[in-house]
């Protein structure tokens, strides 16, 4: 996440990286507590609106830079 703020990486690697990050920590059975659990569970609803694919990107789709802003905000409200 904080690589992907600082725009070190692309969206798409990024959404891939983390939904890959995040059903190893649940098949480990590894649980976070709120406040994180809420901003984990609002990065994958972000996920959701975000294309990896460019070429299926809809009207509606989190561009790469909306999806970037909205994860640094969620950072900054965790740390």
């Known amino acids: 996440m904080r690589e992907f703020a600082a725009n070190q990486c692309s969206g ?3 959404a891939v990286g983390w939904l890959d ?3 190893h ?3 480990r059975g590894e649980r976070v507590r709120d406040p994180l659990e809420t901003r984990l569970d609002r990065v994958f ?3 959701e609106k975000y294309s990896i694919d460019p070429e ?3 009207p ?3 561009s790469h830079e909306e999806l ?3 994860v640094a905000r969620l950072m900054q409200q965790t740390e």
Do not use: P
């Open 12 to 14: 798409a690697e990024f």
């Open 68 to 70: 970037r802003q909205a």
């Open 60 to 62: 509606d789709d989190l």
């Open 56 to 58: 299926f990107t809809g």
């Open 21 to 23: 990050a995040r059903r």
């Open 45 to 47: 609803s972000l996920l």
């Open 25 to 27: 920590a649940q098949q």
